[in-house]
């Protein structure tokens, strides 16, 4: 079977859980522990779809805007990006929709999906329904996630997966 | 401090008795010294305290985490400049550096070597003219690309692989993103400046080596030494990638021609062949030849740079002068040849070889004669033609031939017969002025020059244009015959007393005899002059003048 390759990017702020959705989705694992990536990251996982294989290759980049200087070189030949926000801190999402658009100036648009991730905090949860609402408007593709329990973190990647070329 | 202060001092405080000061000053000198012995004790305390374990590690993960982090996002140029030395040139450097030590190691080892295999060596450096290390080491060095990736550019996507033995499994893939992402951030961070990118990287016993090309890149994990040839062949591949699979490669996706030119090149040239071939039966004859063919092709090279000069600034020295229309080349080994046009009144051929230090056998000129319009030469021509008098100049400018100056009413009869005539000379487009009036002084035509005075012994106007027309005569370059004098007869009219009147004579007589040496006139041209005042009384105009006739002395 044909094996498609697709290069992923992890865009988001700062500690919001890019390396950790990775991990859990990679490597079915998860850590407390908080080590900030520095420069890039990539893992490899390959989905297995109705009709194809597809081999997803990570790129992790650093937080906060990953997209200043160097970084962006990092975007050229990406199929896709995942856009990440923490539900606990209302300023992750409007960071995220920031990075998003810069992300669009410099390499077109691309399939993204917005994760808003560390649902299983949801009692702390800043993000209102009107901001998920909001975000819906310019993400088509929205996920509350959770690295911790996994929950919809497969669902996620896999929508991104599937998307056509 | 008095002893009685320090006693009491010491009881408030009970200081302990001599011996335990003591005992307490080696204990802090004890201190001080491990504290100064810090720095070398650290790493073994460090690796005694590794029994704590996970204790440590989890203490200081969290403010080395935090000390890293903030390099990275403040100081990214210092982590840059930590991480330089392990990559680019610096790597270049100690390959060379430890290359060059191979061959002196294995030139001293293998020197004193007398086995079967090294004096065959031996010979073939004798024969070949090579240092006996290099034969050596063409015959032991091996190289073997292990590892190939084709990777995409930007994305980093590995669009086909090959291995020289299956590999364990490493994620190729991901490799592949990595080297690309170490590449971008090497280059945007302006990490190896004047180095667009990372070329080689040391990675354990392998050699990693990329090529770039425009779309994708080749990286290659060599182990053992590999020669030029293989970053050849490696871009040549690379080349034929791009131009047999661009699409593949922009596309950034797995093709099955690019992994066919890769398995092809891996099956070729991915080892380094058996090195002993065949020799060429001579090479050291062969070498001579190609030395002297070499050394032939230098001086050939060299004669015709220098010929070429010399042949430029014959060129230009030609173009300089007047009735030349030439052009100079180098037709053969060391000879220049003119070819074009030459006034035969232009400056002679060979005096320009001389002028420009040319030796004449070496020049061949093929000059056809024509007619220059240049004025110099119109100049000289119309000259050679009229013949003048020494007093007529003749001048060419602005379009007009002028003759003019002072000649007998013959030579100008002729020449206006032959300017007019001499249409073939004087190109119809100038126009000739012929201006030249019979002389006022003439010796030959023994007609008297008169010069007129006033009422007095003055010399009027007209009377010095005569002085100086006389003068200028004597002084021209064509000087008159040595025996021809000047006599000077000065008159007066008849009114008054013929005493004042010869007194008036003589000193008309003085006057003109004056000017005239005033003039330039040299003295001994003077015969003693005549002062003769008119008998008959009566006015008369013409009689207030001095005659001076030209005399010939035999
Ligand atoms: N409770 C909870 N904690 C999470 C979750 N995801 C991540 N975390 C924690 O958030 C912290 C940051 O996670 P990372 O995955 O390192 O964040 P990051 O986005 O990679 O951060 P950068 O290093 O800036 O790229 C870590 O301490 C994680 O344990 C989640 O879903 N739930
Ligand atoms: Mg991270």
Known sequence: ?165 | MSGEHVKRLRDLLRVPDQASQDELGERVGGVEQQLERLPENLPAALRSADDLGPRLASALEQPVAKAVEGLARNRRELLANALFPVLGPAIRHAITEALRGLVDNLNRLLESTFSARGLRWRMEAWRSGMPYAQVALRHMLRYSVDHLFLIQNGSGLLLARAHQSEPQDNDSDAVAAMLTAIREFMRDSGLAPGEAELRQVQVGDHVLRLYPGPEGYLAAAISGVPGGEVDASLAELLEAMHRRAPQALIDGQPDSELDELLRAWFSHSGRSQELIKPDSRRPVMGQIVLGALILLGLVWCAEWLWTGAEASRLQRQLSAQPGYQAQVSRVAWRQLQIVGLRDPLAAIVDAQLDLAGLDRARVHSRLRPYLSLDPQLLTKRVRQMLRPPDRVQISMAGGVVRVSGYADQEWTTTAQRLLRAWSVVIPSKWEVQLEVEPPVFDPIADQPVIVELNRGAEIGPEGRLAVEEIVTWFTEPAQPADGLRLQITAETDGVGELESNQRLAEARLNAVREALLEAGLPEFRLLPGIAKPEVVPGEDFNRRRVWVDAVMQQ
Request: proline share 2%; with cysteine.
């Open chain 1, 1 to 165: 079977m044909k094996t498609e390759v697709r290069k992923i990017c992890m865009l988001g702020d700062f500690a919001v859980g890019k390396t950790s959705l990775v991990n859990r989705f990679v490597n079915s694992a998860f850590s407390e522990r908080y080590l900030s990536t520095v420069g890039v990251k990539i893992d490899t996982k390959l989905v297995q779809l109705v009709d194809r294989q597809v081999k997803l290759v990570l790129w992790d980049l650093a937080g906060s805007d990953p997209l200043n200087g160097a970084a962006k070189s990092y975007l050229m030949g990406t199929h896709g990006i995942v856009l990440v926000a923490d539900g606990t801190r209302r300023e992750t999402l409007d960071s995220a929709l920031r990075i998003h658009q810069h992300a669009e100036s410099l390499i077109g648009a691309r399939p993204t999906v917005l994760l808003i991730n560390k649902a299983d905090l949801e009692p702390q949860w800043q993000s209102t329904q009107a901001d998920l609402q909001s975000a819906r408007q310019w993400a088509r593709n929205v996920w509350e996630t959770s690295a911790m329990t996994g929950a919809h973190v497969e669902d996620a990647f896999m929508a991104l997966a599937g998307v056509e070329r």
